[in-house]
């Protein structure tokens, strides 16, 4: 119990320590070494989940299993390596004079309760404060969205939360519901929200009941995954907030979303498996079709962009219609590709908007044409958009083709019919990608371009794990990924 309330309680206490003391000099400092002790805490907690199995307290409200506890690492972990990344931009931020003491006081506390709000969404057990957890992620994104305090940031901030706060909205109704269709087979109405003790009844749950909850949280959590038509809020977010937020957003909320509508999907698949509902593949079928319209439409919104940050928040709303699409899809091999996915998207789609930030900072300017000839005025900074680039749109060895190539594998097998649509998408998804990249690496250089101050520490770490990822997946992660996929399966891939 000490790693898991150090895991929780560690960027809590840094959140409101920076609230009161972050525009001290020392505030960056002390925001990266809170990241690193939560990366510790969270690693060690890992460790005894992996020595003990599956770890619960406080009479139930927490439960960590094979699922949570990979996504709970991967959260500190991109975390700790994007504190890195804040201190030279949120530097040259401030030297720029986009931020005062005031602002970056604010920055540095919402970032650490940015953090607290996802590993308390993953570790606990109970869905309502699930749901709570996931609404204290909009609150605390909304203060980063809006931190400039421009028009277009503020508009979109506006955006973000009323948008999320419609799908917030939704979820909670499902919530709701989904307790409804517990209270009449689980005697003791108090644990009728624990996630541990559902699954154990999801036999008894009401059919009809969960059949419409999660057709509410499918679309209220998959509003925060990203998902189309919910999808808008995101470009906007991701383009007006700083980056190292686009980092985190696209690495971390995303995923945690999804993490929620897989948890609620076990049980709908569990209550429907009966036969008593037309379908009892239901959940599935509706995340594949919301899963292959994400995928599709933001593959076509690709090559469409001005903006380097919508760019590739555009390729985050691919990915997480590629990783719905492989948790709909079901089956050992599908489920072990999405947990697969999930890793490497997080940790490259974050080394990306790190080399995008600074790249950013040398053109002064985020829009595509004012980008030009990166490899010549910063080779690192060129390179690790060009390889990161390069790692998200599937190429091998890279840990990203793996896992598509699990998905397309499993799609082959059971909706052969399936394997064309999104074959063409990742193709189209290439052109949108690379039609941008070439000229804002190998473009002519513009006069008076200069270097800046980067930090590509976060960029090298998370590219050598996708390598690797890509090349040998490590024992210990693999028992991971295959004792999770016999939870969300029933059947596991090893």
Known sequence: ?????????????????????????????????????????????????????????????????????????????????????????????????????????????????????????????????????????????????????????????????????????????????????????????????????????????????????????????????????????????????????????????????????????????GALAGGTVHSPHLAGYLMMGFGLLSFTVAGLLLHRQRDIKRLFSYSSIEHMGLMTFAFGLGGPLATFGGLLHMTVHSLTKSAIFVAVGHASHIARTQTIDGIRGLIQTQPAVGWGLLIGTVAIAGFPPFGVFTSEFLLLSATMQSHPWLTLPLLSGLGIAFAGLFRHLHPMVYGERPEGQERVQANMFPVILHLVLVLWLGLSIPAFLADWFNQATILISGSGLL
């Open 1 to 269: 119990m000490t790693a898991l309330t150090l895991t929780l309680l560690i960027p809590l206490l840094a959140s409101a320590l920076l609230a009161l003391f972050g525009n001290h000099r020392g505030a960056a400092t002390f925001n990266v070494l809170a990241a690193l002790a939560g990366f510790v805490a969270s690693t060690w907690l890992a460790w005894i989940v992996l020595r003990h199995g599956p770890l619960g307290g406080e009479a139930g409200q927490f439960h960590i299993d094979s699922f949570n506890v990979y996504l709970i690492v991967l959260t500190a972990l991109i975390g700790a390596t994007t504190s890195f990344f804040s201190v030279p931009y949120m530097a040259q931020e401030e030297a720029n004079g986009r931020l005062g003491p005031g602002r970056l006081r604010l920055y540095h506390a919402s970032y650490q309760g940015f953090l607290f709000t996802m590993q308390l969404a993953l570790t606990t057990n109970n869905l309502g404060v699930l749901w709570v957890a996931m609404e204290g992620a909009t609150l605390a994104t909304v203060l980063l969205v809006s931190l400039y305090r421009t028009p277009e940031s503020v508009e979109a901030a506006w955006k973000y939360f009323i948008i999320c706060g419609v799908g917030i909205a939704l979820a909670l109704f499902g919530t709701v519901l989904l307790y409804f269709a517990a209270a009449q087979a689980i005697p003791d109405a108090e644990s009728a929200l624990l996630w541990s003790v559902l699954a154990e009844h999801a036999g008894d749950l009401q059919p009809v009941v969960m059949a419409i909850a999660f057709v509410f949280l499918l679309v209220g959590y998959g509003t925060k995954v990203g998902l189309v038509p919910m999808h808008t809020w995101l470009p906007d977010a991701h383009s007006e907030g700083p980056t190292p937020m686009s980092a985190v957003l696209s690495g971390l909320l995303l995923n945690v979303a999804l993490y929620a509508l897989v948890r609620v999907k076990i049980l709908t698949d």
